[in-house]
């Protein structure tokens, strides 16, 4: 069956099952063979009886019998070559050349015939010549056909390997060679021979050669026999062999001399045996002639049909190519364009016209024609290119993205001839992808770099994504949320609401807001505001939960002014109305004092009453100083001299058992203030500092040139970012406890016994720094003692002293890694901030415990900024000689609200160790980064 195209034609095609010798025999070829043999065996019988009657001899009967059997015999010999050229069966060579050697037999039989050619015969025959070329030639047939029966198997036995034309001229040679060396044998050594024929009759020894000679033949005929399977030359073969049996019976058994009917009649067997084979192959020879002309025929109109068909396809084809939306282009192995469609000329700008017959390269960019080079050489090698994406150039010279889909081009023999390539401009695509990357790219940075905590979660509440920021929130990294339900992370008391709004925006609330608390890694509460959307095509909820840690503090702080202010303004009402009724009493208890000065008694109570006046006034004085409406005489002054003299006036007062220990700096910026209420507030902090410390102790006087920066004034509402001058006084006392810090500086609070103070003191300094336009601040640490802050404004109008000019040197910054330590959440995320902005990576722990777990985990880590006094088992010294056993190349710097010298003095630091005391500015905080980690 062929197979063409999309087409299907019947055609029988020549196989190996087509040749005669491997066409298996049918009951038909074996029935027509019997009748022969059949028709034979009656014919022999009959002959027999007259073999022997003598006939008029008739040489031309010798020379025409002789030479019909030659032709026939090359004929057959031929036509059996030529199935041996395409089976390549050692079993047909060996036929072949039995036919071959049959046809030279019978020529050199005719030729040394005596009375035939001469009287004796050509060649130097004798008188026994012809006799032995009949026993030669009658018994080496036989011989063949015994090879071919034995070497041919179902699939026609072993076959020659390389070219048939060797073997063919090899046993042409021989036959030749053989024949020659036979007929040398019984002419020129004919005397050397028995004798088998004297004076006509055949002698005893004849006898035996000719019973010989019929046993081969005999035998050739049982082995074709016994060799299954029969193909069609096998089944007329054993017809040959039988009809030669006859031959040699009737010419040369049961005759009696040459010219008999025996004689004649074999002869006749043998003529039929050479022509039965010769005569089946021409049968088959007309019957594939026949079957080749009807295949023929039927092929030209299967090529009339194909011809049809594939113009139409043809047709189809082209009106495909052409209405493609895909630029179809086919060029040649060197690139030379030889097809270009309607949509290349309108994706390209060419016209087909413009574009055949010209090089590729008209649409490549200079920087691309080595791919193009490149792409044709894997053609050329018979590979295809699928989906490459590459650039091409339009005509008005505009770059287009294109795919490219390449595949080799070959002729009708299968050679590749060039180039088929389909087109498809993707530039639109690239520009959607590009615009879809950068979005994408957007929001990922929005989500990694975003303050606020983004989450997303399914339906179920567990978490999808969780941005980096949860980190600097929660405490948390992504990965301990992601996969976890957020009822494990949400207080308790606010899962209800949260599941209510996220149920609400299921059923279709664009957005929500509402406040919902989380625990912090540590273990605090940590209250959100959070924005939330329910997302229906991916099934999603997602949420932007802002930290309201820094804003409550900072409402916490203003509110705390706003109590402090109200307190004021309450109490310089009671103050200047007290102050009035006190008027008129030391008004009038002079009078009352003449009036009864000759009396002691009266004198005495009158005494007692201007004594519990002038009591009054002072106690008016210091509300009045909270209230911030005292009457105050501001002047320049240097506050290192206020503080010297101060410290001479507290030695007295303090006793022996305190020592004071002032750590001026030098270039100290001057203060416009009143001198005497600074003395004053000086010698109340160290009243208060000498309470505290009931068995003695230190206190420093301390004074600073410091810059409160918008980071400072920011997380402390009453604080004008600026230049201060700070004096500070620590003690190392007993410490106040958190819970009572705020409120120090309220009026009449005080934690002495009764009679042991008003409360006035610190809230008179708290109204008269306030009053200054300054600003005051308490850092203390029970069991560690405490450390009070003023900070005065720095008188204007002076030169920028070096101090200043080293402060503000340019901000320098760096990329290594810290780890900060602060236990004050709010303090912490201040550092964290502006550590980041100079460029640092910034990790943060909450208290030691955490640090040193950080440490261990993380190897790179630079420097370790911790603050010194935090609760729990380990401060932050103790940490650094931890984490300085565990790491010892690892550097640190301290921070403190204490100040350096206080926290030398006390002895928690040896000297030369780094310390940064709070409050700092950015550029200070900058400058300590560098030293600590240049150290």
Same mark, same amino acid.
């Given at each position: 069956m062929l197979r063409t195209g999309m087409q299907e034609m019947n055609v029988p095609l020549i196989d190996r099952s087509t040749f005669l010798s491997t066409l298996p025999a049918t009951s038909g070829d074996r029935t027509a063979a019997l009748w022969i043999v059949g028709v034979s065996s009656i014919l022999f019988a009959l002959a027999v009886p007259f073999a022997g009657i003598p006939l008029p001899p008739v040489p031309a009967f010798v020379a025409s019998y002789q030479s019909a059997l030659a032709v026939s015999d090359i004929i057959t010999a031929v036509l059996l070559l030529s199935q041996f050229s395409v089976l390549r069966t050692r079993a047909l060579?060996?036929?072949?050349?039995?036919?071959?050697?049959?046809?030279?037999?019978? &020529?050199?039989?005719?030729?040394?015939?005596?009375?035939?050619?001469?009287?004796?015969?050509?060649?130097?025959?004798?008188?026994?010549?012809?006799?032995?070329?009949?026993?030669?030639?009658?018994?080496?047939?036989? &011989? =063949?056909?015994?090879?071919?029966?034995?070497?041919?198997?179902?699939?026609?036995?072993?076959?020659?390997?390389?070219?048939?034309?060797?073997?063919?001229?090899?046993?042409?040679?021989?036959? =030749?060679?053989?024949?020659?060396?036979?007929?040398?044998?019984?002419?020129?050594?004919?005397?050397?021979?028995?004798?088998?024929?004297?004076?006509?009759?055949?002698?005893?020894?004849?006898?035996?050669?000719?019973?010989?000679?019929?046993?081969?033949? =005999?035998?050739?005929?049982?082995? &074709?026999?016994?060799?299954?399977?029969?193909?069609?030359?096998?089944?007329?073969?054993?017809?040959?062999?039988?009809?030669?049996?006859?031959?040699?019976a009737l010419s040369a058994v049961v005759n009696i001399a040459r010219f008999d009917l025996g004689f004649y009649a074999g002869r006749l067997y043998?003529?039929?045996?050479?022509?039965?084979?010769?005569?089946?192959?021409?049968?088959?020879?007309?019957?594939?002639?026949?079957?080749?002309?009807?295949?023929?025929?039927?092929?030209?109109?299967?090529?009339?049909?194909?011809?049809? =068909?594939?113009?139409?396809?043809?047709?189809?084809?082209?009106?495909?190519?052409?209405?493609?939306?895909?630029?179809?282009?086919?060029?040649?192995?060197?690139?030379?364009?030889?097809?270009?469609?309607?949509?290349?000329?309108?994706?390209?700008?060419?016209?087909?016209?413009?574009?055949?017959?010209?090089?590729?390269?008209?649409?490549?960019?200079? $920087?691309?024609?080595?791919?193009?080079?490149?792409?044709?050489?894997?053609?050329?090698?018979? $590979?295809?290119?699928?989906?490459?994406?590459?650039?091409?150039?339009? @005509?008005?010279?505009?770059?287009?993205?294109?795919?490219?889909?390449?595949?080799?081009?070959?002729?009708?023999?299968?050679?590749?001839?060039?180039?088929?390539?389909?087109?498809?401009?993707?530039?639109e695509e690239k520009q959607a992808q590009e615009k879809l990357r950068r979005e994408i790219e957007e929001r990922q940075r929005i989500f990694e770099t975003s303050l606020d905590l983004i989450l997303v979660t399914d339906g179920f509440g567990n978490f999808i994504q969780v941005s980096p920021s949860v980190k600097d929130i929660l405490g948390f990294s992504p990965e301990d949320m992601i996969g976890h339900s957020a009822t494990e992370f949400i207080h308790p008391d606010d899962l209800d609401k949260t599941r209510e709004e996220m149920r609400a925006a299921r059923r279709g609330a664009v957005k929500r807001s509402f406040e919902a608390r989380y625990y912090h890694y540590d273990g605090h509460e940590v209250t959100l505001n959070w924005m939330g959307t329910w997302s229906e095509p991916v099934k999603r909820h997602f949420f932007i939960g802002r930290d309201l840690t820094e804003k409550q503090a900072a409402e916490a702080q203003f509110r705390q002014v706003q109590k402090m202010d109200s307190i004021g303004q309450l109490t310089g009402g009671v103050a200047h109305d007290f102050n009035n009724v006190l008027t008129v009493i030391t008004g009038t208890i002079g009078i009352l004092a003449d009036a009864v000065a000759d009396r002691p008694e009266l004198a005495a109570i009158t005494k007692l009453i201007d004594d519990a006046a002038e009591r009054g006034a002072q106690l008016t004085k210091h509300l009045l100083a909270?209230?911030?409406?005292?009457?105050?005489?501001?002047?320049?002054?240097?506050?290192?001299?206020?503080?010297?003299?101060?410290? @001479?006036?507290?030695?007295?007062?303090?006793?022996?058992?305190?020592?004071?220990?002032?750590?001026?700096? $030098?270039?100290?910026?001057?203060?416009?203030?009143?001198?005497?209420?600074?003395?004053?507030?000086?010698?109340?902090?160290?009243?208060?500092?000498?309470?505290?410390?009931?068995?003695?102790?230190?206190?420093?006087?301390?004074?600073?040139?410091?810059?409160?920066?918008? !980071?400072?004034?920011?997380?402390?509402?009453?604080?004008?970012?600026?230049?201060?001058?700070?004096?500070?006084?620590?003690?190392?006392?007993?410490?106040?406890?958190?819970?009572?810090?705020?409120?120090?500086?309220?009026?009449?609070?005080?934690?002495?016994?009764?009679? @042991?103070?008003?409360?006035?003191?610190?809230?008179?300094?708290?109204?008269?720094? @306030?009053?200054?336009? !300054?600003?005051i601040k308490i850092y203390s640490e029970v069991g560690h003692g405490t450390s009070v802050k003023i900070y005065l404004p720095r008188s204007t109008g002076v030169q920028e002293t070096e101090y200043e000019v080293l402060q503000n040197v340019p901000i320098t910054g760096g990329n290594e890694r810290i780890l900060i330590v602060e236990d004050d959440a709010l303090v912490r995320q201040y550092v964290v901030t502006q550590i980041r902005s100079l460029g640092y990576t910034a990790l943060e722990a909450a208290n030691g415990a955490e640090a040193l777990t950080i440490i261990d985990s993380d190897k790179a880590i630079d420097l370790l900024f911790t603050d010194i006094i935090m609760p729990g088992n380990m401060n932050g010294r103790q940490l650094a000689d931890e984490a300085a056993r565990r790491r010892p190349d690892l550097k640190t710097l301290f921070t403190s609200g204490y100040t350096e010298n206080a926290i030398v003095h006390h002895g928690r630091l040896d000297s030369g160790v780094l310390l940064l005391a709070k409050p700092y500015r950015k550029s200070e905080l900058a400058k300590m980064l560098r030293t600590a980690l240049a150290s």
């Open positions: 060579l060996w036929l072949s050349t039995g036919y071959l050697f049959t046809a030279a037999a019978a &020529l050199v039989h005719a030729l040394t015939f005596p009375g035939l050619f001469a009287p004796t015969g050509l060649i130097g025959a004798g008188s026994q010549t012809t006799v032995w070329l009949y026993m030669i030639w009658h018994g080496g047939f036989p &011989l =063949f056909v015994l090879g071919y029966a034995w070497l041919k198997e179902k699939d026609g036995g072993p076959r020659i390997r390389g070219a048939t034309s060797g073997p063919i001229y090899a046993i042409v040679l021989g036959v =030749f060679a053989a024949t020659g060396a036979f007929t040398w044998i019984v002419t020129a050594q004919h005397d050397l021979l028995p004798v088998l024929l004297r004076d006509g009759r055949y002698t005893p020894t004849m006898i035996g050669v000719v019973s010989f000679v019929w046993s081969l033949s =005999f035998a050739a005929l049982v082995s &074709l026999w016994f060799r299954r399977p029969h193909s069609v030359i096998d089944v007329w073969l054993m017809v040959v062999m039988c009809a030669w049996l006859f031959d040699i043998g003529l039929c045996a050479s022509s039965v084979v010769l005569a089946v192959l021409l049968i088959e020879n007309v019957r594939l002639q026949a079957r080749t002309v009807g295949l023929v025929g039927r092929l030209r109109e299967q090529s009339a049909s194909d011809r049809d =068909f594939y113009g139409k396809r043809l047709a189809l084809y082209g009106a495909v190519v052409e209405s493609s939306n895909d630029a179809i282009i086919t060029k040649t192995l060197d690139g030379i364009i030889t097809g270009w469609n309607k949509a290349a000329e309108h994706l390209f700008g060419y016209s087909a016209a413009e574009a055949l017959g010209r090089s590729i390269d008209i649409i490549v960019p200079p $920087e691309r024609k080595g791919e193009v080079r490149s792409i044709l050489n894997r053609i050329a090698g018979n $590979e295809s290119i699928a989906q490459h994406e590459t650039v091409r150039i339009r @005509k008005d010279g505009r770059a287009i993205n294109v795919v490219l889909n390449v595949s080799p081009l070959k002729s009708y023999n299968g050679e590749i001839i060039g180039a088929s390539k389909i087109a498809h401009d993707i530039t909270f209230a911030r409406k005292q009457p105050l005489q501001p002047r320049e002054i240097d506050v290192n001299a206020l503080a010297l003299e101060a410290a @001479k006036l507290l030695h007295p007062t303090l006793g022996e058992q305190i020592t004071i220990m002032p750590q001026l700096t $030098e270039d100290a910026w001057p203060t416009l203030v009143d001198p005497g209420q600074l003395s004053t507030a000086i010698l109340n902090l160290a009243l208060n500092a000498r309470d505290a410390m009931p068995d003695g102790g230190t206190l420093v006087l301390e004074t600073r040139n410091i810059f409160l920066d918008d !980071g400072y004034a920011s997380m402390n509402p009453d604080v004008v970012a600026g230049n201060y001058v700070m004096i500070a006084v620590s003690d190392t006392g007993s410490g106040i406890p958190p819970d009572l810090i705020d409120r120090v500086f309220d009026p009449f609070f005080t934690t002495k016994e009764v009679g @042991k103070g008003t409360g006035l003191g610190l809230s008179m300094v708290f109204g008269f720094v @306030k009053q200054s336009g !300054g600003h």
